[in-house]
């Protein structure tokens, strides 16, 4: 992968709105020959972080979800190293809204009492649920839940085990909640915290957000 044409494509606006460049144009933005620019180009469209539209003078450039997830993965890895601690992860995406489950499924004292006694926090009743950005499903795959929470049977239904691990949302500890589904979404993450996060932080559906994960 070319990283370095692809952050250039987006310095020069590519990423907000197709950028009209030809290749001696993006040659000279890179310091390179026009042939060179030009394979360049055709690499990053092969490998999808691109689309292109040929025209007669040049051709209209714009950066795809897949390589803007790519430029917010070199972002995160960069920023590791210059906060001065490497292992720190962040994962990135916007809000959404859930199924509306969240609030049952936290009120139940057999779930309740475990979040209180492992997590050290009373839960508010509900979820902040997150779609990721693509680079932060990557992120996300190398994360261990490891505090578990145990199912529990009540006399009508029995209620399924899951895990959880820390995070920070701005100045808040919360928790990412991971049910034991066989099909649970990878891009979608729920969080739990003492707080009603929407109303607290002031966000909505569709509102940037990021998270650090904690141990």
Do not use: W
Not at 43 to 50: H, K, P, V
Not at 124 to 135: E, S
Not at 177 to 195: F, Q, W
Request: aromatic residues 6%.
């Amino acid at each position: 992968m070319d990283i370095s044409s692809l952050k250039k494509l987006a310095l020069l606006g590519a990423h907000n709105k197709p950028l009209e460049i030809s290749s001696v144009e993006f040659a000279s933005h890179i310091d390179t020959s026009p042939q060179t620019a030009a394979r360049k180009l055709k690499s990053l469209e092969d490998e999808m972080l691109i689309t292109r539209q040929i025209l007669h003078n040049g051709q209209l450039v714009n950066i795809t979800k897949n390589g803007l997830g790519a430029l917010q993965k070199e972002f995160n890895e960069y920023r590791a190293i210059f906060s001065g601690n490497g292992h720190k992860k962040f994962l990135t995406g916007k809000v959404i809204t859930g199924l509306g489950e969240g609030q049952y499924y936290i009120s139940l004292v057999g779930y309740r009492k475990q979040f209180i006694e492992k997590l050290g926090f009373t839960p508010f009743p509900g979820t902040l649920n997150i779609k990721l950005d693509p680079a932060s499903i990557e992120i996300r795959k190398g994360i261990s839940a490891h505090i578990k929470i145990s199912g529990f049977t009540t006399e009508n239904r029995t209620f399924g085990s899951g895990s959880c691990f820390n995070v920070m949302i701005d100045d808040v500890k919360g928790s990412v909640i991971v049910p034991e589904r066989t099909h649970y979404p990878e891009d979608i993450i729920e969080i739990i915290a003492p707080v009603n996060l929407r109303k607290h932080l002031n966000i909505r559906d569709g509102s940037a957000v990021e998270v650090e994960v904690i141990k």
